[in-house]
């Protein structure tokens, strides 16, 4: 740290983004990407706005904004898009946290809230998950705060219903509940639906996953047109041209190629339960996944032991140095090939530890 660095940043613990190692080609099941290219439509369009890429892209991202509002069945005065959903999560932080309105997740979910939290100066309060890690709604009601609730859940791929989540949004009126949709398109319910019924209800999604472009950066908040007013205040003021040409033109061509995406969700979602049924006949414990990665753990060998293994035989996962998380592995759904070498490559790993 240099002195200059600003004393409201020099307790900061930055998040830690799951490792892309260069030593070796990996098997990469750690940062749950998608095995598959974008749609060639997305590419072609990308390569085409590659020649523009001397001019500012559109702010307002009006046709990415008018065929996403048309796909979810919502006014394009409900969207906003940004930088990967990272950026409209910390949107929230800054628009609905304060010292008056901490924020509330539970303590098993995505590491980043609270990074947000801290860099944007605001209390939080982790709320256990119960022994199965599932969330206890009735721990969610009536809060007077800033709800987070990844659903599905990370890293654990449990989905809570629709109604559960309806009940939260409709228990906190006078908070904003914010549903971070990042793995929602495999196999959970969105609520979407629900966001011309709750004016304090923000669904956050992204193009990372089941659109196969985290490389490029796409993510979206979906809300009652004064919440994404108010988003945009906050954009507007930090980076207006969030969204580049490229990503943007990308982002067109992955909403257009509808069959391309649903072939994809559909394909991670086999491999999900051919791998599931692999790991459980080897003495694995999973909680049902809804996404595309598995949450899962071995009576006979630690957690951390299997990834170090796994690491050496070219196949990467992610490991939680945490108390409650130590015992898992959180493994993304790759292809079927690739799935294939990694229960392989367990299949070894149990013959020599067990
Ligand atoms: N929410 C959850 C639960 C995630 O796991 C991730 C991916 N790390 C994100 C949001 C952010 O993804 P992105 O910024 O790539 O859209």
Same mark, same amino acid.
Request: proline share 5%; no cysteine; charged share 30%.
């Given at each position: 740290m240099s002195r200059y660095f600003s004393q409201k940043y020099a307790s900061l613990v930055p998040y830690t983004p799951g490792e892309q190692p260069?030593?070796?080609?990996?098997?990469?099941?750690?940062?749950n990407e998608s095995p598959f290219p974008p749609s060639p439509m997305a590419q072609s369009l990308a390569r085409q706005a590659a020649g523009d890429l001397n001019l500012y892209s559109d702010p307002e991202c009006r046709e990415l904004v008018a065929l996403a509002a048309q796909k979810l069945g919502v006014q394009p005065d409900q969207i906003l898009f940004t930088n990967g959903s990272d950026e409209i999560l910390n949107f929230a932080f800054m628009a609905y946290c304060d010292q008056e309105h901490p924020a509330v997740f539970p303590d098993i979910t995505y590491g980043f809230y609270p990074v947000f939290a801290k860099i944007n100066n605001v209390p939080y309060v982790q709320l256990p998950l119960g022994e199965d890690f599932s969330i206890r709604i009735e721990d969610y009601i009536g809060l007077n705060k800033t709800v987070f609730i990844a659903n599905p859940n990370a890293p654990t791929g449990i989905a809570l219903p629709l109604a559960d989540i309806e009940r939260i949004v409709a228990g906190n009126p006078d908070g904003i509940v914010v549903i971070d949709e990042a793995y929602v398109d495999f196999g959970a319910q969105s609520a979407v639906s629900l966001i011309s019924k709750y004016d304090n209800l923000l669904v956050t999604q992204t193009f990372s996953k089941s659109r196969s472009m985290a490389g490029a950066r796409l993510g979206f908040g979906v809300g009652n047109a004064k919440l994404i007013q108010d988003l945009n205040t906050v954009k507007y003021s930090t980076n207006p041209y969030n969204i580049n040409r490229m990503t943007m033109a990308a982002g067109i061509g992955a909403l257009a190629d509808e069959a391309y995406f649903q072939k994809n969700c559909r394909a991670i979602m086999e491999t999900r339960a051919w791998t599931m049924d692999m790991l459980r006949q080897r003495g694995f414990t999973a909680p049902e996944s809804m996404t595309n990665f598995v949450f899962a753990k071995h009576p006979g060998v630690d957690g951390k032991t299997l990834y170090q293994k796994l690491r050496q035989k070219?196949? =990467?996962?992610?490991?939680?140095?945490?108390?409650? =998380?130590t015992d898992y592995n959180r493994i993304t759904i790759g292809s079927q090939e690739q799935m294939q070498a990694f229960i392989s490559a367990v299949d070894e790993i149990l013959e020599e530890t067990l």
């Open positions: 260069k030593d070796m080609r990996y098997i990469k099941l750690n940062t070219g196949i =990467l996962v992610r490991h939680f140095d945490a108390p409650k =998380l």
